[in-house]
């Protein structure tokens, strides 16, 4: 049964919300990534004489509003662990400075108003797969990290989903590309958010998160399991060279940054160097992402396999 959420309500304000308080309210650097994932999913997928950029322009809204939503509901779901971490107690609902009530009704405004802009202007199954983040986010991952060691794979699964809306946008061709991408980002995720977990363990020990790193303060587990998921996130960056989708070229490149981010999760295993390392491999996580991605669609564009 998921526990129930609570909130410092009434809260006590302390301060004058501005426009700022309220774009750290939508998570914008991890907003951001949901909407290049969405265009990168779009960009592989669509046929390039039918690349509209009115299209692309909505879907970059659409995706945005939603993932903005989506994110300020999560700080208001979660602002009374917040409240218990040193690196989001500033977040502006512990802080005092945004009203849960207010963040609420402006979670959901973005968030629908997402939704409708994917469904109107967009298509249904793009608006669907919208719709599946939503509710992947908010009533799985967000409920699952204050009980479950498995909150970081189920949470996954709302952070892969965007490259599928930019694919459905593009008109559901080449499905097998489009899940090629969601396994991309769902590989990346495990050891991009191992580290942060390993790095911030005592944060999330304080607000009573099972994370493997809080579970398994050795640290034993978590660097298995980061090395496992870069293995697995090497082999999903193969499948679109495998899958006839991207030239060798790609391929190449994408084994070679799949070499450096795996020379990195090998020395994690170290306990030794475990607490450095767990650093740098986070920094080596969100250089990897962007890299491997331009390259695939540059590979689309120019060899239009």
């Known amino acids: 049964m998921t526990p129930a959420v609570t909130h410092p309500d009434p809260i006590a304000l302390t301060g004058t919300a501005t426009w700022r308080h309220y774009l750290e309210l939508t998570k914008p650097r991890l907003s951001f990534m949901s909407v290049i994932t969405a265009m990168v999913g779009y960009l592989a997928a669509v046929p390039y004489s039918y690349w509209d950029w009115k299209r692309t322009l909505l879907l970059v809204l659409g995706t945005g509003l ?25 977040r502006p609902i512990p802080a005092g400075i945004i009203a849960p009530g207010s963040a609420f009704v402006v979670g959901w405004i973005l968030t629908l108003a997402g939704l409708v802009v994917l469904f109107k202007f967009i298509n249904g199954y793009s608006a ?25 794979e189920l949470g996954a699964i709302s952070g892969a989903l965007p490259p599928l809306i930019g694919w459905a946008a593009a008109g559901r061709s080449n499905p097998l590309l489009g899940w ?31 994370m493997l790193s809080v579970v398994d303060p050795t640290g034993r587990k978590v660097s298995r399991w980061t090395f496992i998921w870069t293995v697995l996130l090497v082999a999903a960056s193969a499948l679109p060279t495998l899958l006839g989708y991207c030239s060798w070229y790609y391929f190449t490149f994408a084994m070679l940054l799949g070499l450096w981010f795996l020379h990195a999760a090998f020395h994690f ?21 962007p890299l491997l991605l331009l390259a695939l669609v540059a590979d689309r564009m120019i060899f239009r396999l």
């Open 128 to 152: 669907f797969l919208g719709l599946a983040t939503v509710v992947a986010y908010l009533a799985i991952y967000t409920p699952a990290k204050r009980w479950s060691r498995w909150n970081t």
């Open 66 to 90: 939603c993932a903005g939503g989506v994110a300020a509901l999560n700080m208001w779901m979660e602002s009374d662990t917040d409240a218990k971490m040193k690196r989001t107690a500033d």
């Open 269 to 289: 295993l170290n306990p030794e160097k475990r607490e450095t390392i767990a650093r740098r491999l986070f920094l080596i996580s969100i250089s990897y992402l």
């Open 180 to 210: 090629s991408l969601f396994a991309i980002m769902f590989t990346w995720q495990m050891p991009h958010f191992f580290a942060i977990a390993w790095i911030y363990r005592k944060d999330y020990a304080a607000a009573g998160m099972p």
